[in-house]
């Protein structure tokens, strides 16, 4: 900066304006936490990548296996948890950290820890739930990419999925489908409401609201069932087998559900650049 010829009190002026300017700190874009091969994949996002992932984490979390209606188990104790075991609540962590917007305390729970670090009651885990976080999780290390609506809850996919099936939206990776006119192939997600959504059927959707629900992927499929995982069920990742037509559609032709114990609504079927071809090993 030159300041010859200026008077006294404009070259003090000048200088305090300067020394008073805060230097700029580029902001770091909001996918700066990702890894670089999921932030800009390295790979298509393949149904072989998504179904892989599942498995993984299964295996990782002791391959629970719970074909049992829900809720008929004795509550668990805090010490029975997974999520909250040495090693998994930090897994737990991570799919909060990829899964979820920066900007959302979430990204800062584990599997039994709050946004500040503080240890919550294992009563309390409801509040904490992550099994939408489970599957933003695998489509994100999967490589979708932009094209998936990564949250904390499934009602935010599931409506997505809706609105691109009704073409009030483009771009993404998921479309929603009848259970009782597309059959679900490994890589796809199956959703049921829960709760006060129970009752929640295909053509409620898209809702104005989030509402409580859950999804699992599909991992196999059998003559007459499918294979599934899911995450925080029993407080942990667990697999399932969902019973289908015999065409493999989860629904008979009126849209009732043919799994009695969950209603499952619609199946969010992903847009995958290949075909149904090679899968993992099947699991039992």
Not at 46 to 60: D, G, H, K, Y
Not at 227 to 232: F, L, T
Request: with cysteine; net charge neutral.
């Amino acid at each position: 900066m030159r300041l010859r010829g200026l008077a006294p009190s404009l070259i003090a002026a000048t200088l305090a304006s300067c020394a008073a300017r805060p230097p700029v700190i580029p902001r770091p874009p909001p996918d700066a936490h990702l890894p670089t091969f999921a932030r800009a994949p390295y790979e298509a996002l393949s149904r072989q990548s998504v179904v892989a992932i599942a498995l993984r984490e299964w295996r990782l979390f002791g391959q629970n296996v719970d074909d049992d209606p829900p809720d008929t188990r004795p509550p668990p104790t805090a010490d029975q948890k997974p999520e909250r075991w040495p090693g998994l609540w930090q897994r737990v962590g991570e799919y909060w950290w990829l899964a979820v917007d920066p900007s959302d305390r979430a990204v800062g729970w584990t599997g039994k820890h709050d946004e500040h670090g503080v240890e919550f009651p294992a009563s309390e885990d409801g509040r904490f739930a992550w099994s939408a976080a489970f599957i933003s999780y695998i489509m994100r290390i999967a490589g979708a990419g932009p094209r998936f609506p990564y949250a904390a809850t499934h009602a935010r996919y599931i409506n997505v999925a809706k609105q691109m099936a009704l073409r009030q939206t483009s771009g993404w990776a998921i479309v929603a489908e009848r259970p009782e006119a597309y059959a679900p192939q490994p890589g796809d997600i199956i959703c049921a409401g829960r709760g006060l959504a129970v009752g929640m059927r295909f053509d409620n959707l898209p809702t104005a609201q989030d509402f409580p629900s859950h999804c699992d992927i599909v991992v196999q499929v059998y003559q007459g069932q499918l294979a599934v995982i899911g995450g925080n069920v029993d407080d942990t990742v667990t697999l399932k087998h969902v019973p289908t037509t015999p065409d493999g559609k989860l629904a008979g032709p009126d849209g009732t559900a043919i799994d009695t114990r969950y209603p499952w609504m619609v199946v969010l079927r992903v847009l995958y650049p290949s075909p149904v071809n090679v899968y993992p090993s099947p699991v039992s």
